[in-house]
């Protein structure tokens, strides 16, 4: 009888860890079954006066529950672990000292060690007049505030100290390759490379002459690999896994979750999370304009094998409802009530259930959007009569699929031969409201899968590669 194939798919995102295990299901094209599944809330936004920080400690924590969470024997099956996360941020560690590795309950587990914060996606310190300073780059993507390159240009002139302490940068998820491989260098592949700024897509290489020219530290940038390819293998057993077992280089956890769900190059991806993204496949051979275009609401990621991603990306997805939620709970406190913020959630979106309609409109952009940084979110056409807790959540959420909407009409979808919308997304699997916003808002069939994410992508991106080389 042939062994099981099994893999093993971890996400770092934004908000919480998530792990998948993933066995191949007979059939053609084969399948896939997912075996079991753990998420955990990261909780680890670190205080940061000039922007967004988390705690890498904090995020090793919830990667480690999650594993720990998931069946032991299964573990022990595991032959190829993907590896995703949250694009465009960066964090720095020492090579030699970059995790420790200690005896867990079970078998080895690490924790980080001279490691820097994380500075995430979301991060606001480059402000217009400090991105209007930098060089501009030799890519068909233009640099905004939270990408890598960017925050490393912002470090290098207002903490270059910290620069000085280490010696590898990349994101939390190349950083998690590199220590269960024990990799010398920082590795990362294209798709993360192009979210950080200053990479060519064409040439698969950074710009290395303008950023040396500016003065920026280049020994920190990342070796590039494929994206689907292995970074290595881990250095020592962990969580049951065996030694020796092989990782893939990290992905995007964008590429990943579209990979997990769209089943044919007719499919477009919607997912709400804390962001928003929609996604579609160019054709093969598609080459993206090489000069930026900083006020276009539509960007092209590289995907698999050398073709492109059309990507609407909104700042303002469940970020939005969360703000709202806590807005909702601090005015209760200031009121001298307390309440729960997953009640306030729960029923603000039941009220929004039966309230079918509203004049209300709501641009929900509190966040602003990469090519217009500068729109703030607005309240239009208010009576009255629309100041309920469900007309102003209906309005909020159709908002959010409408502000996407704007920056992806569906006739440019239809122009591109769009079939179908896939909505995916943690914010999408448990908001009926922003369910019915969605079909409102694109005249194709909509489908509604499970929750699948990033990490069961990043874990069948594995799987695939596995089966190929059994087959061959």
């Not at 059309?310 to 807005?327: D, E, I």
């Not at 929900?364 to 607005?378: F, I, K, Y």
């Not at 959010?400 to 569906?410: D, R």
Request: glycine share 8%; aromatic share 8%.
């Amino acid at each position: 009888m042939a062994a099981r194939v099994v893999t093993l798919g971890i996400d770092l995102g934004s908000t919480s860890v998530k792990a998948a295990l993933l066995e191949a299901a007979p059939g053609h094209p084969p399948g896939f079954v997912v075996l079991a599944s753990c998420a955990r809330a990261a909780r680890a936004e670190a205080a940061a006066p000039q922007g967004q920080e988390q705690d890498v400690s904090r995020i090793i924590q919830a990667l480690n529950e999650c594993l720990a969470a998931l069946p032991r024997q299964l573990l022990q099956e595991v032959c190829g672990i993907g590896v995703s996360g949250q694009m465009h941020g960066v964090m720095f560690w020492k090579t030699d000292q970059g995790c420790e590795w200690r005896e867990g309950r079970v078998s080895p587990v690490f924790e980080p060690g001279a490691v820097s914060h994380l500075v995430t996606w979301q991060d606001g310190r480059c402000s217009s007049g400090f991105l209007a300073s930098l060089p501009q780059p030799e890519s068909h993507l233009s640099v905004a505030s939270g990408f890598g390159c960017a925050t490393i240009f912002w470090l290098l002139k207002n903490s270059p100290e910290l620069l000085k302490s280490y010696d590898a940068a990349g994101t939390i998820h190349d950083y998690v390759v590199a220590m269960l491989c024990g990799l010398p260098r920082s590795l990362m592949c294209d798709q993360n490379a192009a979210s950080w700024g200053y990479f060519n897509t064409q040439s698969q290489s950074w710009n290395l002459e303008i950023l040396r020219a500016s003065g920026f530290p280049v020994h920190l940038l990342p070796d590039i690999a494929e994206a689907g390819s292995v970074a290595g293998r881990t250095s020592r057993a962990w969580f049951e896994i065996p030694k020796g077992t092989p990782v893939g280089v990290a992905l995007g956890d964008l590429q990943a979750s579209v990979y997990s769900c769209m089943a044919k190059r007719t499919d477009a991806v919607l997912n709400i999370s804390t962001s928003v993204q929609l996604a579609t496949s160019m054709p093969s051979g598609f080459q993206p304009a090489q000069t930026p275009d900083p006020a276009a609401p539509v960007t092209y990621f590289p995907y698999f094998d050398r073709t492109y991603l059309a990507v609407a990306a909104s700042l303002n997805g469940g970020n939005v409802l969360a703000t709202f939620v806590h807005m909702l709970v601090q005015w209760m406190m200031d009121l001298g009530l307390e309440v729960e913020e997953s009640t306030v959630y729960s029923r603000m979106i039941q009220a929004a259930a039966q309230q079918r309609d509203t004049c209300l409109t709501i641009t929900p952009t509190v966040l602003g959007e990469r090519h217009l940084p500068d729109q703030l979110a607005s309240v239009t056409r208010i009576s009255s009569s629309d100041l309920t807790l469900g007309h102003v959540t209906r309005a909020l959420c159709r908002g959010i699929v409408q502000n996407l909407h704007s920056m992806l009409p569906f006739q440019q979808l239809k122009e591109w031969g769009v079939e179908r919308v896939i909505g995916s997304g943690s914010a999408l699997s448990r908001n009926e409201v922003l369910k019915q916003e969605v079909q409102r808002a694109f005249p194709f069939p909509v489908s509604f899968g499970q929750d699948v994410d990033a990490a069961v992508g990043a874990a069948l991106v594995m799987l695939q590669k596995n089966l190929n080389q059994r087959e061959s």
